[in-house]
C-alpha cells in the first residue's frame, strides 16, 4: 500500500506542472516517486486510489520461472537457482537506477560475502529491459545479477507486480527467501518504509531460519 501512495503521490506533485502538451514519462515518474517518501505520512490512511497491488503468495512453493539475465548468459531459472543448493533472496524492485533501489541494490553487495558465508545467492527482478538492468549492475559494480521480467508476468506469478493506470505495471518492492529446496520459506512484504536496513534484516531472518541466529 505504501508502495501505492507513494507512487501516486508523484503523480500528482507532477501534475501542479502538467499540460496537455507534457506527460510524465515512466522513468520520471519513478525518480520523482523515489524521492517523495517523507511526505507519505501527510497522506490520509483511507487514500482513494486507481492502483492496484497484487498480494504476496504465502509461503510454500515457489512459483517456477525463466527470464533474461544481465550475465550474457541466456536467461535464468528457478531450477538452475536451486541446482547451485543455495538459498535464494529473490526481490523484487520498481525501477533501476532510482534511489531507492540503488541503495537496496547497494546495500546488498555491500554484505554479500556476508550473505555466500550462509549459504545464499542474491538476483533482483525488475520489469527494466536486460540493457538498463545491465548497465545498472556495471554501474553500480554489483556482486550480483538481476532479471528482466518485461510484461511482469513473473511479479503477478509472485503476488510482487504493481499497476499504474497510464503507466503500466511494475514490479512492487517485496523479497522472497527461497530455499535450496524451493520453497518460499519468508517474504518482506513492508521493504519500502526500511529499503536501508533492508539487506541486514534478510540476513538476520536467513539466520534465523537456519537456525543459527
Avoid at 499540460?19 to 517523507?38: D, G, N, V
Avoid at 541494490?105 to 527482478?125: C, H, M, P, T, W
Wanted: proline share 6%; aromatic share 10%.
Amino acid at each position: 500500500m505504501k508502495t501505492i501512495l507513494l507512487l501516486l503521490l508523484s503523480f500528482l506533485l507532477s501534475c501542479s506542472s502538467y499540460t496537455p502538451s507534457s506527460r510524465l514519462s515512466r522513468s520520471k515518474f519513478l525518480k520523482t516517486a523515489s524521492s517523495s517518501a517523507a511526505i507519505l505520512t501527510l497522506l490520509p490512511p483511507l487514500f482513494p486510489s486507481p492502483a492496484s497491488a497484487s498480494s504476496a503468495i504465502p509461503v510454500g512453493p515457489a512459483p517456477p520461472f525463466s527470464l533474461p539475465n544481465t550475465r550474457d548468459s541466456g536467461t535464468t531459472t528457478l531450477t538452475s537457482l536451486l541446482a547451485t543448493k543455495k538459498w535464494t533472496i529473490l526481490y523484487f524492485y520498481p525501477g533501476a537506477f532510482t534511489s531507492g533501489c540503488t541503495l537496496e541494490a547497494r546495500n546488498f553487495s555491500r554484505d554479500y560475502d556476508e550473505i555466500k558465508n550462509l549459504n545464499a545467492q542474491v538476483v533482483g527482478v525488475s520489469v527494466d529491459s536486460v540493457e538498463k538492468n545491465k548497465q545498472f549492475c556495471e554501474s553500480e559494480n554489483l556482486s550480483f545479477y538481476m532479471l528482466s521480467d518485461a510484461g511482469g508476468n513473473v511479479s503477478k506469478a509472485y503476488g510482487s507486480s504493481l499497476s499504474i493506470p497510464g503507466f503500466g505495471t511494475f514490479s512492487n518492492r517485496q523479497t522472497y527467501l527461497i530455499d535450496p529446496e524451493g520453497k518460499i520459506q519468508w517474504v518482506f512484504t513492508d521493504v519500502e518504509s526500511h529499503v536501508a536496513r533492508h539487506s541486514g534484516e534478510v540476513i538476520d531472518k536467513l539466520k534465523e531460519l537456519q537456525g543459527k541466529a
